[in-house]
Each structure stands twice: as structure tokens, then as C-alpha cells.
């Protein structure tokens, strides 16, 4: 995911010495195995009276956009929840998820969302999004994992962001990228995309367009 261009205006240098406060470690016994970054913005402004379809690609612009002109945030998104494989399934997702709900409390902010990219999707990759999120298990609760962390958390489903991520690459970077033998044209499967990737070999293209879904915490 780090190859969508959208990533240097916050993770670039030197810009993201100016979102060290939204960005966190997780540690346990002295090593870090996890990590979480989250992105203020102004909200309910021009433009902006609803969470974009644009998701996490579009907080980050906006954000960007606020930096330039200097307009006070008064909300964030998060941006990642990532952590180390030893680290998942003892409750450390949920311990990042509310450091980031604390800091947004902190801030002075009333609500934090979540462009979700939902854990299990990429199993179900031709499965529409609106369809997925309907998905639950016997007990009622969401068949994906990390929609269900965000619904025992409080967070509530606002919309789905159709295309919240985009990159683009040629042939021999997606092959380099996924270690994926390209060589047909159409929608391509690849391992971990939650939808399938566009692959153009006479255009020398790919495009992958990755939904997300937006969940909201009033705080």
C-alpha cells in the first residue's frame, strides 16, 4: 500500500515530523510490534459536510490541504492499525484502535472515524463491499474480524469509500510488488488485494481501486 503516491504527503520527508503527535508505537517488552498513525483535518467546511468517498486517499489530502492554508482540524481519521503477527489476537488491535481514540479526545476533537480496510475481504474479492459488510456470523455480529473489534468498540458503519486507495503501476512493478505472474489482461486476483487488480499488458498498467469503509466513534 505503500506504493499509492498519496502516502508522501504524509509520510514523506520531512513531512511527517508535523504528525508525530498522531503517530504511535506499540510496544511490548521493550520491542515495538506495532504501530498506528492517524491524520487531523477540518470537517463540516466547505466541501467537506461528509465523510469523503475518497477515504483514506482523501483524508490525507485534505489534511495536506489544511497544512498549506493554515486551517485550524477540528476531527481526525485514523489512517493504520498495523501489528507485528506475534502481536494479533491478544487484544492489541483494540490498544492501538483506543490510543487513537484518546488521542483524539486529547486534541480537543469530538468524534474520530476509520477508513476500515476489513481483514478478511481479500477472501471474498469479487464480493462487493455493501454485500460484504452485510456478512455476520451465527451470533449476529460482523463475519470480518476487524469490522467486528470496531463494533464491540462502539464504532458505527457511516458509508462505504469506494475507492478510498489507489495505485498504479506498471506490469514489471506489480510483478515485482506481488511476486505474481502478470500476463493476461482483465481483473486479476492477486494475494492480500481486497478487490481484484486491473492489469492492461497493452498498456503496460495496472490499476488497483481499493475500497474501504468508514466507521465513526463519537467520543
Excluded at 451470533?139 to 467486528?148: E, F, M, T, V
Excluded at 506498471?170 to 482483465?186: C, V
Aim: proline content about 5%; overall charge negative.
Amino acid at each position: 500500500m505503500r506504493h499509492d503516491p498519496t502516502t508522501k504527503l504524509y509520510f514523506g520527508t520531512p513531512i511527517f515530523s508535523d504528525y508525530l503527535d498522531y503517530a504511535f508505537a506499540g510496544i511490548v517488552d521493550d520491542e515495538v510490534v506495532g504501530r498506528a498513525f492517524g491524520v487531523p483535518f477540518a470537517f463540516n467546511v466547505k466541501g467537506r459536510t461528509e465523510l469523503p468517498d475518497g477515504g483514506w486517499d482523501e483524508v490525507i489530502r485534505w489534511s495536506h490541504e489544511d497544512r498549506l492554508i493554515d486551517r485550524k482540524p477540528t476531527t481526525m481519521s485514523a489512517l493504520e492499525i498495523t501489528l507485528a503477527a506475534k502481536a494479533q489476537g491478544i487484544g492489541n488491535a483494540l490498544a492501538m484502535l483506543n490510543a487513537l481514540k484518546v488521542c483524539a479526545k486529547k486534541m480537543g476533537f469530538a468524534e474520530i472515524s476509520f477508513p476500515v480496510r476489513p481483514t478478511q475481504k481479500h477472501l471474498y474479492s469479487r464480493m462487493p463491499m455493501s454485500e460484504y459488510i452485510k456478512l455476520q456470523r451465527d451470533d449476529g455480529y460482523p463475519l470480518d474480524s476487524w469490522l467486528r473489534t470496531h463494533f464491540n468498540a462502539g464504532g458505527k458503519i457511516d458509508k462505504i469509500a469506494p475507492y478510498s486507495m489507489t495505485v498504479v503501476g506498471t506490469i514489471a512493478e506489480w510483478s515485482q510488488w506481488t511476486q505474481a505472474k502478470l500476463q493476461n489482461s482483465g481483473m486479476i486476483d492477486v494475494e492480500g488485494a481486497l478487490v481484484p487488480v486491473l492489469i492492461s499488458i497493452e498498456q503496460d498498467l495496472g490499476v488497483y481501486v481499493e475500497p474501504n469503509v468508514w466507521v465513526r466513534y463519537f467520543l
